[in-house]
């Protein structure tokens, strides 16, 4: 620059040579800095990354669900959760192999893409064989239609891939306003339960939590049974 200019032509001629050097090294240390922050940047997305599926991984569902959580307080808005399961998938993985076992799991998380229709959707891996999708702003109503959509697919698929017949998935679905003093393990906790009952009510199916969560729909919706 000009200021640099002029401090230099103030300078003894015999320090010039060592101010540039200076100045240099600088620079180097500030587009150092600026590779630095942008290589912590890619290291932190890819720790949130789970690499088999191409989803979330679970710490980056619940950084995610610790953002939406504490937004959905703000704007007293819905919240509603998926959480997926391969159905008896120990059984599954150990009759047809690991690499089986993978490509299932691989066609759960293609499913659950395919039908995220906003950018604030998240679909994630939440451990295992157990997957979670996260819906801002979703009425449990509108989380059910999302979750035989992604049952629907994953059966299309598996037929077309020519899966191993068992591939099937289970889902519990539930959805609430989140109040203060409440916390996301409600959320959680309910979605679980609600799953554990489908699986308990003959696997391959969706079933939703019966709890009355403020803006949810207070009553269970009917069973959906996959074709």
């Known amino acids: 620059s000009s200021d640099l ?3 230099r032509a103030r300078l003894p001629s015999e320090f010039v040579p060592l101010a540039r050097a200076f100045n240099a090294m600088a ?5 150092r800095e600026r590779e630095l922050i942008a290589s912590n940047d890619r290291l932190t997305v890819m720790a949130s990354i789970d690499v088999l599926s191409g989803l979330a991984n679970r710490r980056g569902f619940q950084s995610r669900l610790d953002f939406e959580w ?7 808005s819905e919240l509603a959760l998926l959480m997926i399961d391969a159905d008896e998938f120990k059984v ?5 192999g690991h ?3 993978d490509a299932l799991l691989k066609v759960i998380g293609e499913a659950m893409l395919a039908n995220m229709r906003r950018g604030t959707d998240l679909a994630a891996r939440y451990g295992g064989d157990e997957f979670a999708v996260l819906l801002p702003g979703t009425t449990l ?3 059910a239609k999302i979750a ?3 049952r629907e697919h994953f059966n299309r698929v ?3 891939k020519h899966l191993e017949a068992g591939a099937k998935i289970s889902i519990g679905g539930a959805c609430l306003v989140p109040e203060r003093g409440v916390v996301h393990t409600a959320l959680l906790t309910a979605a679980d339960e609600a799953l554990y009952r489908a699986k308990d009510g003959g696997r391959n199916r969706t079933e939703l939590a019966d709890t009355a969560f403020k803006g949810s729909q207070d009553t269970r919706q009917p069973l959906t049974q996959a074709a």
Not at 70 to 76: I, K, V
Not at 92 to 96: C, E, F, R
């Open 5 to 7: 200019r002029a401090a």
């Open 27 to 31: 620079a180097q240390l500030s587009q």
């Open 70 to 76: 504490m937004r959905a307080q703000q704007y007293g």
């Open 92 to 96: 599954y993985n150990d009759s047809h």
């Open 99 to 101: 690499q089986a076992g």
């Open 141 to 143: 109503e509108g989380a």
């Open 148 to 150: 035989d959509q992604i």
């Open 158 to 160: 598996c037929r077309e």
